[in-house]
C-alpha cells in the first residue's frame, strides 16, 4: 500500500481511481499466474485461525468476531477524524494549496490516511477469507474494487458510517431485484447517478437532512 499509494496519491480525480484500479488488476494477474497461490482454482485454507477464548467454528462466535472488529474499526476512524491528523487530512481535501501555504504536506497527510485504510481492508480481507477458508483470485479484480466505491457511493463519501450504509443499501437492492430481473444493475446504475448530481451526501447525508448539490 505504501509503494502504491507514493505512485497513485500524485494524481487525482479520474487518473487516481483508474491507476489505482490499474494496480489492482495487475495484482490479479499476477495472482491467477503465480502456482504457488494456485492459479485460477484459488488457494484453500483447510484450517480456520484461532482467537483465544473463542470456538471460531461456530458461525456465531464468528459474526461476533467480526462485528467486534468492525466495532473497533470505527471507533479507530472517530478517534482519527477527530484527532490533528484528521483535521489535516480534511484540510488536504478541501484545500490542498492551502494547507501547503501554512507548512503541511498534504501528500504524506493523504499517504498515511491511505496505507490505514489498506491495513483495514486487509483486515476485513482476512476475515473473509477465514469465513470461506478460501481465497479467489476474483476478489482481486476490479470489479470487488468498483463494488467497494459504489458502497462509498451510495453511502455518502467522507462519512464515518458511509462506506457500511451504502454497504447495506447494495446487498438489499441486489437482493430485491437480483431475484425479480437479471438486469438489477440498470437501476442501481440510476440511483448511483442520482446520489452523485443530487445527493453528494449519499445515504447518510439525506438522513441527516442533506438533500441539496454543493
Not at 509503494?3 to 489492482?24: D, H, K, N, Q, W
Not at 462485528?67 to 487530512?89: C, K, T
Not at 476474483?138 to 458502497?151: K, P, T
Request: net charge positive; charged share 10%; proline share 3%.
Amino acid at each position: 500500500a505504501l509503494a502504491i499509494g507514493a505512485i497513485t496519491l500524485r494524481t487525482s480525480g479520474v487518473y487516481f481511481i483508474m491507476i489505482t484500479l490499474a494496480f489492482a488488476q495487475m495484482i490479479y494477474y499476477f495472482a491467477i499466474s503465480w502456482p504457488a497461490y494456485g492459479g485460477e482454482d484459488g488457494l484453500s485454507i483447510y484450517v480456520r485461525n484461532g482467537f483465544p477464548g473463542l470456538n471460531t467454528l461456530d458461525p456465531i462466535s464468528y459474526f461476533a468476531l467480526c462485528a467486534v472488529m468492525l466495532g473497533l474499526a470505527i471507533a479507530f476512524s472517530a478517534v482519527l477524524i477527530r484527532s490533528r491528523f484528521g483535521l489535516a487530512l480534511q484540510g488536504a481535501r478541501q484545500n490542498s494549496q492551502r494547507m501547503t501555504a501554512v507548512g503541511i504536506a498534504p501528500f504524506r497527510i493523504r499517504l498515511v490516511a491511505f496505507v490505514i485504510s489498506a491495513m483495514i481492508t486487509a483486515l476485513a480481507g482476512a476475515l473473509y477469507a477465514d469465513l470461506n477458508r478460501f481465497v479467489s483470485p476474483s476478489m482481486m479484480s476490479w470489479h470487488m474494487s468498483g463494488e467497494i466505491m459504489v458502497f462509498v457511493i451510495l453511502g455518502g463519501v467522507g462519512r464515518l458510517f458511509g462506506p457500511l450504509a451504502g454497504a447495506g443499501l447494495y446487498i438489499i437492492l441486489e437482493h430485491l431485484l437480483g431475484g425479480v430481473w437479471e438486469f438489477w444493475q440498470l437501476p442501481l446504475g440510476v440511483l448511483l447517478l442520482i446520489v452523485v448530481l443530487f445527493a453528494r451526501g449519499g445515504l447518510v447525508g439525506v438522513l441527516a437532512g442533506e438533500r441539496k448539490h454543493v
